[in-house]
């Protein structure tokens, strides 16, 4: 059986490779890919190959590269050992952009009936969100700043909400994202760059300035003056990993201010459940899931784009000139021909 793989070779070089994909082993399901979501910010990243020596991107991407990590499908066939799935299933899983692919069982998590594939899609990237609200310790009717509303940041927006936040100030310099922010629950918008919002901030809060700030653009230039918009003892959430972390600068009052800075990566989720942590990938996907069903969270209007795979050197191309009209876009794989 073949696969038409999306794969980058070489730093800004895309490829469409056939590859031969086995039958499944002991314990792995052998998948047929519907729908995968691009993580626009990461990917671009990846593609262009630019990080500090001793950064987890170093250790992560090695040419040639698969990306994706958000990939929705249906199980062809099951290995032996495998209970938990049949023949026709749908899955979530953490795999690249591939048209065919074998995955653990255990590393499937079943899409239920009531969720689409598009919606599937979103798993990865909300259960990282869900870390990064859950290591802020969000306390009731806090303040909160979301610096960059992209994929994660509109997802934090709703998160923020429903984990009780008093207000969301959204800042990011697209109106659009702003719009988009404001439907899902921010309650006030500042349309600048983070230094230029430093004012607004202060103007909204009546100089007392927010108790958290969530950094989710992965650009080194922010973390400093995001860390200006915090109150003293505030906590800054970075929810984007910047493969330069060489040009990062603290700012001038990280100290003085006791301000607390909190990294977060989806890799800290656990993988088994304990009385401390129940939280893993599983877990936070049902509650995913769960607030998608009952329509507390959308991810629906958060798709501006739909491409089939074999688009995929355009679609690049694309981000990497500019992606800010770019929000959730996808991949559908059910239109290759078999």
């Known amino acids: 059986m073949t696969s038409l793989d999306i794969i980058f070779p070489a730093p800004n070089t895309v490829r469409l490779v056939t590859s031969t994909v086995a039958k499944p082993g002991d314990g792995e399901l052998l998948c047929e890919a519907q729908v995968s979501l691009l993580s626009t910010g990461t990917e671009t990243f990846c593609l262009a190959g630019e990080f ?25 066939e099951v ?24 995955v653990p069982a255990e590393d499937a998590v079943r899409i239920p009936d009531d969720i689409t594939c598009d919606q599937a899609a979103w798993m990865s990237l909300a259960c990282t969100t869900q870390l990064g609200v859950r290591r802020a310790e969000l306390h009731l009717g806090e303040t909160v700043a979301v610096v960059g509303l992209g994929l994660l940041g509109q997802l934090a927006v709703q998160y923020l909400r429903l984990a009780g936040a008093g207000r969301i100030i959204g800042i990011d310099t697209s109106p659009q994202r702003l719009k988009l922010a404001e439907k899902h629950g921010a309650t006030d918008l ?6 230029e919002a430093k004012e607004a901030v202060a103007k909204l809060t009546g100089g007392r300035m927010v108790d958290v700030v969530f950094d989710i653009t992965g650009h ?15 906590r800054l959430v970075l929810l984007g990993d910047s493969p330069s972390p060489s040009l990062q600068t603290l700012g001038p009052r990280i ?3 006791s301000i607390s800075i909190l990294g977060v990566h989806a890799s800290s989720a656990p993988a088994h459940a ?11 996907t049902e509650l995913f899931f769960l607030f998608l069903r009952t329509g507390r969270m959308d991810v629906d209007g958060l798709v ?6 074999d688009q995929a050197p355009e679609v690049y191309a694309q981000l990497q000139r500019d992606r800010s009209a ?10 290759l021909a078999p």
């Open 52 to 76: 500090d020596a001793g950064t987890f991107w170093e250790e992560w991407v090695e040419y040639p590269f698969a990306p994706g990590y958000s990939m929705t499908s249906t199980v062809i």
């Open 326 to 335: 770019h929000l959730g876009t996808l991949f559908d794989w059910t239109g």
């Open 255 to 257: 100290v003085a201010d």
């Open 274 to 284: 304990t009385l401390r942590d129940p939280w893993t990938l599983e877990a936070m």
């Open 190 to 195: 500042i349309c600048a760059g983070v230094v």
């Open 304 to 309: 501006s784009h739909r491409f089939s795979p």
């Open 79 to 102: 290995g032996s050992g495998v209970t938990r799935f049949s023949v026709g299933d749908r899955v979530a899983s953490q795999t690249p952009h591939a048209q065919r692919f074998t």
């Open 220 to 234: 080194h230039s922010v973390l400093a003056p995001a860390s200006a918009l915090l109150r003293p003892l505030g």
